[in-house]
């Protein structure tokens, strides 16, 4: 079976990505590293069953492992299509990177599917968004952050209304290469939210992220990990989201509300790995290589039915 894990070249040093090669050297698998710019997106009548990197012709390989991990831009888009309509086994799809690194179309996808999922209220920043129409339909304090943003970056915690006029002005009056939403803040869990890890769309395992008083719990920004066991309704409502918005490994993330409620906060595909230490320490399984085997066994399994 060969395999291509696309990466971007700016991503390369990343740890995650750095964890995902060593564990493919590791199982000695027929993976190749492939940046996604050096791939040709060719499409010609009648279809194709080429694949070039720069101008040199390969093999089409028989999955692919995407981990753009925020630089998901048109050409990757397109190298992936280009993949799947050559039926390579792409983790995870383009519809699933789209519907992800979409914060908005995430949530708009859940709540057409489903009436009682909760998720914070959410609004596009737009020139005319007014301090005032923002406080009385999502309320004071709220969180700002960018529609792309990773790793806790591009988010704000507001806590007056003159702050938000602040950046409301600050927007209005800037060109931004990216799209700003306003969301309700969900004050009952401070600063901590649940991951819940899926392989193959399934519950893999589950933490929760704690960063003290710090508004961020994301591990990157100094979150603390503690693995758990994660109430059936939540590991339920993380399996249908994931089937919503076709994620095969990746994750979804909740805050805590009041009275044993959950809301979903955001949803990842190829989610970053920094639980991969704690996993281990903790003799937890590791949800990448329960993924790494069950994709070749479905790509194993499309080639024989070619």
Known sequence: MLGWFLVNQGTLDEPSIQTIIGLIEKMNLNIRTVEVSEVQVLCEPGGSRKCFIGSEAVEVPDFA?????GGNNYHSKAVVKML?????????????????A???????????????VKFPKTVL??????ASFIAAEIGIPCVVKVMHGSKGKGVVLIK????????LDLYAAMNFDDHILIQECITASKDRDMRIMLSGGKFATAYIRDNGDHFKSNLSQGGDLQFITPPDQVVEIAEKAA?????????????????????????????GL????GAA?????????????SIMEEAARRKLNR
């Open 274 to 277: 920094t639980y991969s230490s």
């Open 160 to 167: 007056s209304e003159k702050e938000l006029e602040n950046i």
């Open 102 to 116: 979409d914060k908005l179309l995430t949530f708009q996808k859940l709540a057409a599917a489903s009436k009682t």
């Open 243 to 271: 089937e919503v918005l076709d994620i095969y490994f990746g994750s979804i993330d909740f805050l805590f509300g009041e009275n044993d409620t959950y809301f979903i906060c955001e949803a990842n595909s190829m989610t």
């Open 84 to 100: 799947e309509s050559l039926n390579v086994l792409c983790v995870n799809s383009s519809e699933s990177l789209n519907n992800t």
């Open 281 to 293: 320490t903790d003799q937890k399984s590791n949800p990448l290589l329960i993924t790494l085997k």
């Open 65 to 69: 492992l995407c981990a753009f991990f």
């Open 125 to 130: 920043m737009n020139p005319k968004t007014k």
